[in-house]
């Protein structure tokens, strides 16, 4: 069972940046495929990135440009860098894991992840 934690959520005014943190309690990090996804009230769960065992990346349309995504596998961490940031941002954010894919794998479908963490709140205001 792997245990995702996120963290590094908060309020910022709008242009501002943030980084949310997620840290895997699994020792075999490397071998997962990572995403973030985020939930604003009243919407459903949507892709924000996902990044490969590989490293190779890939972002949805609206954040593409301002959000990057990357991942230290010494320290079993994926993080999610957010600039320029807009109040349609304002969402709870989760990262989510994914065993057993190939090394190029860029899952965009939350379904496919195995594992979540509990989400951290960003607030954009304008």
């Known amino acids: 069972q792997v245990q995702l934690v996120e963290s590094g959520g908060g309020l910022v005014q709008a242009g501002g940046s943030l980084r949310v943190d997620c840290v895997a309690s699994e020792r075999t990090f490397s071998r997962y495929a990572m995403g973030w996804f985020r939930q604003a009230p009243g919407k459903e769960r949507e892709f924000v990135a996902t990044?490969?065992?590989?490293?190779?990346?890939y972002y949805a349309n609206s954040v593409k440009g301002r959000f990057t995504v990357s991942r230290d596998n010494a320290k079993n961490t994926v993080y999610l860098q957010m600039n320029s940031l807009k109040p349609e941002d304002t969402a709870v954010y989760y990262c989510?894991?994914?065993?057993?894919?190939?090394?190029?794998?860029?899952?965009?479908?939350?379904?496919?992840?195995?594992?979540w963490g509990q989400g951290t709140q960003v607030t954009v205001s304008s």
């Open positions: 990044i490969a065992r590989s490293g190779s990346t």
């Open positions: 989510a894991a994914k065993s057993g894919v190939p090394i190029d794998s860029l899952p965009t479908y939350p379904y496919v992840y195995e594992y």
